[in-house]
């Protein structure tokens, strides 16, 4: 399953490149993330309830960051795991400074397997979609009450 889109997120490139790097500020903004840590330099570990049709449950998982080109870019890989299956994949995230905000693009390939799998190409891509877009969100207040900072 393929996902890719931008946002424009009213803060400058650093501090948003900041807040991406941090475990406690992403776990704020990931729906149903109920535990998110850093184990080693660059691999985070932690658990999500995700409560949408087909993918509701609890999954934990792991993701390593690679090939950090700090502010601008960086790659993920993705390997999460629960009782209705599983998703391993990979993603880019791109940073661009535009004037004093910064536009958010991210390309990701992943693949699900198990219970999941089942559910259909075009509803797990919607509720990829609909979890981007609250992250998103989600991130667009944390960054905006941080502003003062």
């Known amino acids: 399953m393929k ?9 400058p490139i650093d501090k948003v490149w900041e807040f991406l790097m941090d475990p406690d500020s992403i776990a704020k903004v990931l729906p149903g993330c109920k535990a998110l840590a ?18 509701k449950g609890s999954y934990s998982g792991s993701v390593q960051l690679l090939d950090k080109e700090r502010p601008t870019s960086y790659r993920m890989i ?18 661009e400074a535009q004037d ?23 509803m797990l891509s919607g509720a990829a979609k609909m ?6 969100k989600k991130l667009d207040k944390e960054l905006a009450g941080n502003a003062a900072e």
Request: charged residues 20%; glycine residues 14%.
């Open 3 to 11: 996902v890719n889109g931008s946002h424009t997120l009213k803060a």
């Open 38 to 55: 850093e184990t080693r330099p660059d691999i985070f570990e932690g658990t999500l309830e995700i409560g949408i049709a087909a993918v």
């Open 78 to 95: 993705i390997d999460g795991n629960g009782k209705r299956g599983f998703v391993k994949g990979e993603a880019s995230i791109g940073l």
């Open 100 to 122: 004093a905000d910064t536009i958010l693009s991210y390309q990701a390939d992943t693949q699900v397997g198990g219970l999941i799998a089942n559910v259909g190409q075009r």
């Open 131 to 136: 979890i981007i877009n609250q992250s998103l």
